[in-house]
């Protein structure tokens, strides 16, 4: 694996782990999902990295997951709720 893509996964590692310790308090919850949307982010900017694609400064899993789709072989587990949210954002 390359080291670049190593980095993006401990970035990415952070993100969960943040979001672990910060999950039993209500008052936060909405950091909880930002940390989990952004360790999203971070795997699937990993991906990319691994297949030797342009990794885009954007915040956005449904354009990230598209540029994974085409660009990769990897095929990622995604529910019906899911890719239904992504063919509304697209």
Known sequence: MKDKTNVWLEFASRDIQAAKKLISDKYVANIVLFHSEQCIEKCMKAILEE?????????GI?????????????????????QQTILIFR
């Open 51 to 59: 297949y030797n694609q342009n990794i885009p400064k954007i915040h």
């Open 62 to 82: 449904h354009k990230l997951y598209s540029l994974v789709k085409k660009n990769t072989s990897i095929t990622l587990p995604v529910t019906s709720v899911i």
